[in-house]
């Protein structure tokens, strides 16, 4: 898939949604309000980037591993 799109896809997408739908159910139900949406989606960026970069690089220590003991 090569590591700019799996950090795209898997960090900023998939993991950016899952931070932002939580960050605003507990917005919600904590100070029953959604929040400035634009921090939101910034931080929501923010997070998915550092989340796809740190399993890429657990992903790749594993494979490299994995093919050294072969």
Same mark, same amino acid.
């Given at each position: 898939? *090569? %590591?700019?799109?799996?950090?795209? /896809?898997?960090?900023?997408? $998939? !993991?950016?949604?899952?931070? #932002?739908? *939580? %960050?605003?159910?507990?917005?919600? /139900?904590?100070?029953?309000? $959604? !929040?400035?949406?634009?921090? #939101?989606?910034?931080?929501?960026?923010?997070?998915?980037?550092?989340?796809?970069?740190?399993?890429?690089?657990?992903?790749?220590?594993?494979?490299?591993?994995?093919?050294?003991?072969?």
């Amino acid at each position: 898939m *090569g %590591k700019w799109k799996y950090i795209l /896809f898997n960090g900023v997408f $998939l !993991g950016g949604i899952g931070f #932002l739908l *939580g %960050k605003v159910v507990l917005n919600f /139900f904590l100070e029953n309000e $959604l !929040g400035n949406t634009a921090d #939101l989606i910034i931080s929501a960026i923010i997070s998915g980037a550092f989340f796809g970069t740190g399993i890429w690089l657990y992903t790749e220590n594993r494979y490299k591993k994995y093919t050294a003991n072969k």
